[in-house]
């Protein structure tokens, strides 16, 4: 699905009116359709219902003039309360509210005027539409409409929002202030930033796009996201040939570990291998072999010399070289630790390493030190996958300029340094080196647990050694990863789900995005 920002948006609407002549009247009556159409899908057709709509004095309004008018004319019982001034009220808006009667109109144009005049009717609505502020919003909600906000979510009725819930930033999904909750959202052409990003994933409902007539191409090529749902996914996938043996499904080498971090570098080769690897090598401190021995039973595992100490350092490099041969894939960094002479041997590796190579951890903490490695990497497929916190170090900045902007973080640091970067988080944000961005629809709240990172870190590995590109490699990988944590949370909750328990469901998410084909039996 593709999700827009609020300015692209607008500029959609610019297009559609002044260059292919589409009435912007005819725009607003089809999007009031659209949001009658949902009401009653949603709420039910009987008549005699009752809607409460509160309005602004934009065309988001407008679009609630045209919902008051259509369930009137359906034998609804409507009130609008209008949050601004008659003479405000122009263009297209103005046109549609002349049609309604004057008997439903309510204008409430200082605080308490809602609360004094409504509040019973509220109560009493069968719904409730949000026709406040629309997607254009960009300053924190005040005054009367900060009031109409909360009358909105203390009513304890279903709210239908009208492209946006009011207070909603339609390209970064803040809260501006206060927001409506809305228990359906009907968008228009396209799904917004805002809709799918959080915290207005939260605020917005189940999500409707309507088609109001603006062409399709013209939405196809407007600059925007993918959204990662399973129907997106689906067709990355392939079923595997039934002549199939491990050669085909490629060869990963992860190099991982350190003293109190053996976790780390199981949970990857493990979860390379649930993801689908043919044959996976993990690489450790050879002090550290042993217990890798036992905790990897399909992986193998190849000491590397460390001097006992339990990290690895460049005398390492000599032994890793002479295992890139015959693998499909590399990952560096889960549980490496941050010793000065581990981080020497990662920016070695990022300088010289050919395979398509996943960056995680202690790899990214390494490459921090020296983001212009990147510049000199010898891959041509380089994946980092950062959290928060990694991502403030790999460009110097806190952790609120991250979360600032998502979205604009990633595709920079993408592209100037010419890798895929995944940014970890609640819709993860996927972005390539050509400036197209994908944003993760799966995954839950119980993934905030240590080892999920290194989870995802072997399943990415796995499938750019199975022959994935890497942008497909990085979208699978992150769909993957999430889903296999949904279908947790189906079973045992969110709270305590464990990395292991993401890992273990691997294959459960491949059987349910690529059904098995059936036997071709004869008698």
């Known amino acids: 699905m593709k999700v827009i920002s609020a300015q692209t948006m607008q500029e959609l609407d610019r297009q559609a009116i002044q260059e292919h002549n589409i009435p912007g009247l005819k725009l607003m009556e089809h999007a009031g359709h659209a949001c009658m159409e949902a009401i009653f899908h949603e709420f039910g057709l009987t008549c005699g219902k009752r809607a409460f709509i509160f309005a602004g004095r934009g065309n988001n309004g407008g679009d609630g003039y045209v919902i008051a008018r259509l369930l009137l004319q359906s034998g609804w019982k409507v009130r609008v309360c209008i949050l601004t001034e008659r003479d405000r009220i122009e263009g297209d808006a103005a046109i549609n509210l002349e049609q309604l009667p004057p008997t439903v109109i309510s204008y409430c144009t200082a605080p308490g005027q809602p609360a004094d005049r409504h509040q019973e009717e509220l109560r009493q609505a069968d719904v409730i539409v949000d026709a406040l502020l629309g997607t254009g919003l960009n300053s924190e909600v005040s005054g009367v409409y900060r009031e109409a906000v909360e009358l909105i979510n203390a009513a304890g009725r279903p709210v239908l929002a009208v492209d946006i819930p009011s207070g909603i930033h339609g390209s970064s999904g803040r809260v501006l202030g206060c927001a409506v909750r809305a228990t359906v959202t009907v968008t228009f052409a396209a799904a917004k930033m805002g809709h799918v990003l959080y915290p207005g994933a939260d605020h917005t409902g189940r999500l409707v796009v309507a088609d109001i007539g603006i062409p399709a191409w013209l939405v196809e090529n407007a600059d925007g996201c993918e959204f990662l749902t399973a129907d997106s996914i689906r067709p990355l996938l392939r079923p595997r040939d039934r002549q199939a043996h491990k050669g085909h499904f490629g060869h990963c080498l992860v190099v991982a570990g350190s003293c109190g971090k053996t976790g780390a570098a199981a949970l990857s080769a493990n979860s390379a291998v649930r993801a689908g ?149 609640s819709r993860t944000i996927i972005a390539a080196p050509d400036g197209s961005v994908a944003i993760n629809g799966s995954g839950n709240p119980g993934m905030a647990s240590g080892g999920m990172g290194d989870v995802l870190t072997g399943i990415i590995a796995s499938l750019l050694g199975q022959g994935h590109g890497c942008r497909d490699a990085c979208c699978l990988g992150v769909f993957i990863h999430g889903y296999a944590a949904d279908l947790v949370a189906q079973d045992k909750g969110e709270t305590g789900m464990s990395a292991c328990d993401v890992q273990e469901k691997l294959p459960y998410v491949y059987k349910i995005l690529v059904p098995l084909p059936k036997e071709n039996t004869t008698c």
């Open 277 to 425: 690897s043919g044959l996976v090598t993990l690489a450790v401190p050879e002090s550290l072999h042993p217990i890798l021995e036992i905790k990897t039973t399909e992986a193998m595992t190849v000491p590397l010399p460390d001097s006992g100490n339990g990290y690895l350092t460049d005398n390492a490099f000599p032994a890793i070289a002479g295992l890139l041969t015959g693998k499909d894939a590399l990952a560096i960094g889960p549980g490496l630790g941050r010793h000065p002479a581990t981080v020497a041997l990662v920016q070695t590796l990022v300088k010289s390493a050919g395979l398509p190579l996943v960056i995680d951890a202690d790899g990214l903490n390494a490459v921090a030190q020296d983001t212009n490695c990147l510049l000199y990497k010898k891959s041509a497929d380089v994946v980092l996958t950062p959290h928060p916190g990694e991502m403030a170090r790999l460009l110097g900045v806190s952790v609120a300029d991250v979360e600032a902007d998502r979205i604009a973080t990633a595709r920079r640091f993408a592209a100037t340094f010419g890798v895929h970067l995944i940014l970890k988080g």
